[in-house]
């Protein structure tokens, strides 16, 4: 059997597969289906420092290979998250990353430092690139300059390891994660949804109610495996990759382009059981090519047409 172990700067996971942000909850509400301790990481639904309603639905339209979703970050804020579902996670054996959001530099910090505070919490995974709120997130994600500072401000306020997740609603996703490296980052994470927009023909409105979304699901996997590939030809950082994932084969390819762990959401509305697979595929394929570690696969594409 081969090692799954993944390191993520101070943190160690089990093995390479996470349930990524938005798409789990807050981990608990799946304890009665499956055993979350199994996962390599359980992401937590967003946080800002007080409670959110989000968006008026509807919020979510299914699309093509994917998608949309508009949900406004609705969440129950930090300090409700640390006092009612952090110590089932722990109960539960969970390993746990806090997916942190922030209208303002000072709400990122704050949101961090309370969570810097707590027990249980392994890593915190920067939300800097939400592509359906008009404040706060994106307008860092989307700015050198302002992905440089929320990293670096966090990082002044936390001994956790620090993840930004990137935005793939640029140009050039591995200068952005050049940038959240220099500012002190252990990892980064992307990518995270791709803005975009469904019309209902017949009445001529946009099917979601903030007429824009995020489009995830398999028809995002080809260019988030290419913006994982180009991101490891940038950083040394850990990368934890994601976009469409919905089987072992899927997770190998990411992880061949340079992800050493992946996040898996959209699969996971379709299938809630495809973990204990996705983890045995991953093994049966190092086994069956003789690789002892998953880090050893990591980032191992070979050159020109498949032959």
């Known amino acids: 059997m081969a090692d799954l172990t993944v390191s993520i700067g101070a943190l160690t996971l089990k093995n ?39 968006h008026a639905p509807p919020r979510i339209v299914e699309t093509p290979a994917g ?12 300090h409700r ?12 054996g ?28 392994g890593a915190i995974e920067l939300n800097i690139s939400c592509p359906n709120i008009k404040e706060g997130g994106i307008q860092f994600g989307c700015s ?12 002044k306020v936390t001994s956790l390891p620090l993840i930004p997740k990137l935005t793939p609603n640029v140009t050039d996703p591995a200068s952005f994660a050049r940038a959240a490296e220099e500012a002190g980052a252990d990892a980064i994470s992307l990518v995270n949804t791709f803005l975009a927009m469904a ?5 001529r409105a946009p099917k979601l109610t ?18 994982v590939w180009e991101c490891r030809q940038a950083v040394k950082l850990p990368i934890i990759g994601m976009g469409g994932i919905t089987n072992a084969t899927d997770a190998l390819e990411f992880i061949i382009a340079g992800a050493d762990a992946v996040q898996v959401g959209t699969a996971n509305f379709v299938n809630p059981m495809l973990w204990a697979d996705m983890i045995a595929g991953i093994n ?14 990591v980032g191992q594409m070979t050159t020109g047409a498949n032959s």
């Open 81 to 92: 998250f640390v006092k009612e579902k952090l110590p089932e996670l722990g109960r539960l």
């Open 16 to 54: 390479p597969v996470i349930a990524a942000s938005g798409c789990f909850g807050y981990g608990v509400e799946y304890a009665s289906s499956l055993d979350i301790s199994a996962l390599g990481g359980v992401a937590v639904k967003g946080l800002f420092l007080n409670e959110r309603e989000g």
């Open 210 to 227: 903030n007429v824009m979304g995020g489009l995830s699901g398999p028809a995002i996997r080809p260019i988030a495996v290419r913006m």
């Open 67 to 78: 998608m949309l979703n508009a949900i406004g970050l609705q969440g129950i804020g930090v």
């Open 144 to 155: 050198l300059t302002g992905t440089y500072d929320v990293v670096s401000a966090v990082r």
């Open 199 to 203: 019309i209902d023909v017949e009445t």
């Open 284 to 297: 049966d394929y190092l086994d069956r090519h003789g690789i002892a570690r998953v880090a050893d696969l």
């Open 94 to 121: 969970a390993t746990t990353i806090v997916n942190v959001c922030g209208s303002t530099l000072d709400e990122y910090c704050d949101v961090a430092r309370v969570l810097s505070d707590a027990d249980g919490v």
